[in-house]
């Protein structure tokens, strides 16, 4: 009787489980590549449980990876797993397949998947967790992107030497993935937006083309297609809409702009799935991005990090890389919103200070943080380390760092950020932390062109009260800002950048003149030392003598108020000459007029 009974159990249990092991099955044999095996495009196909379709992230969880002869011990345990779990499919949760999901997944062994961790492996080093943001330029066609997916396959599992050799990358585990629009997508939609105000045309036939036509470049799948198409259709009505009732507000177009991002990241995901990387698109709102309701420069809410830390820690495997939107997210009305400038870069810290990344990564097209513009200095070298308050004055003066307000998420979570080239993916890059390097005499050498010097006395002569207060009145008053301020007493020099309406900087003039003497020199430029103010002495000593060797006068100089910024004011025509001069002196060891270091010419 026993026999009779066990032989009944053997023929009714492979029907009783038969939705799990198919999902077990493919879950077993779709490794990704995180993992250190392949990654089956074949078994990419939805799979059903109780007749309906499961989440496709559910077949990437984590597994362990052992060897031949413990196999069939796994395979003993997985039954018994599939049998405690199909064994409910009579309770009252027969209609709640996420419970019996939820049961099966925590059965998973949960550690990280990093490179084999078998006996003798040659490949013993741990990865780390990443965010990894690329920019427009980094993806402005198929050949573009197809470089920044394999990029991105190559750190996760870093291919062998050339001779052989087991590389020495460390290896990566993306969390993140943030994209920006392909190429000049943004600006497109912009143009497209303004001639359908403005000449009632609608026309996105060149951006069908870069797009459909990558995902033709590249075969991607059908439904692939139709969703990059299903939105560049939506894009097309939008514009309609905007043509017919001759209005674009800042609220539709944040909307407008929203589709390079919402194409781009679609067609990146299924690229790295092609390519064995388990991937997966998310709209920013979808992982938690939440904003303000100011259209067009929206900041995140406080609530923002701990969103996006919910939404990857209950919707999304750690090791299936989510391919996110960056620049853009949901006001509190559900409402799509833009960040503003640096609003990737913005994207890519806030997911990583919320996951606690072991680093986030920027990708551009330079070796990292120069100590100079290379398009001006051809001997610019990258700088290794700075820290997040030098790389906001390096930002702030015109260098191509990250935007301040971008780098407050990994500031306020101490998580470093590293700038790297996409085109040179082998180089370090350029490490911005909380430390820096205090060794270093200058970091980097920076300007800012087209700014206007504004001189403003006093009237009353000496000891004017409430002058300040009345000068910075008016600033605010005419909504005028300003970049370098030095002053005394009775005077106050402060320079204007080209940002500035000429309208609002005379209605400043005209209110400042009832008890000021005001004076405007245009075409000046303001050079930026990022240095140790520590020893400024002998700064500034090198810097004056290099300034009189060459006739370069300076206007006015700022100092203190930064503790790793000293900012000179010349004319626009003597700027190129002042920065290659000081550039020889403190970074390739040909000072025409002699270093001063410890009061010592060197």
Known sequence: MAAFLLLALAAVAPLKIEAFTISSNRMCNRRSILGGSIYNDELASPVKYNGKEMEKSVLFMSEDDDDDDEEGEEQVDEEEEEDEVTTNDDDDDEDHPSKALTTYKSNLNPRRISYDDRPGSSRPQASIDVTMKFGG?????????DRVAKLIRDRIRPPLNEDGSVSEEVPVRPRAVICSAMGKTTNSLLSAGQMALEEGRVDIEALRTLHLGTCQDFELPTHTRKMVGKLLDECEDMLNGVRLIQELSPKSLDQLVSYGERCSVRIMAARLNQLGVPAQAFDAWDVGVFTDDTYGDAKLLPKAIESIKERFGSRIDPNVVAVVTGFIGHNTKGRITTLGRGGSDLTATAIGAALKVDEVQVWKDVDGILTADPRLVKNAIPVAQVSYEEASELAYFGAQVLHPIAMQPALKADIPVRVKNSYNPSAPGSVIDKIGNPDRLVTAITCKRGVTLMDIHSLQMLGA???LGAVFSDFEKNKVSVDVLASSEVSVSVTLDKKQRDEDIKALCKDLSSFAEVELKEDRAILTLIADIGRSSDVLATVFRSFSANGIQVEMMSQGASKVNISFI?????????????????????????????????
Not at 587 to 602: A, H, K
């Open 465 to 467: 009260y409430g002058f």
């Open 137 to 145: 330029s980094s993806l402005a066609n198929s050949e573009c992107i």
């Open 570 to 602: 010349v004319k626009e025509d003597q700027i190129d000459e002042a920065i290659l001069k000081l550039h020889s002196c403190f970074f390739e060891g040909q000072c025409d007029v002699g270093m001063i270091e410890g009061g010592q010419v060197l």
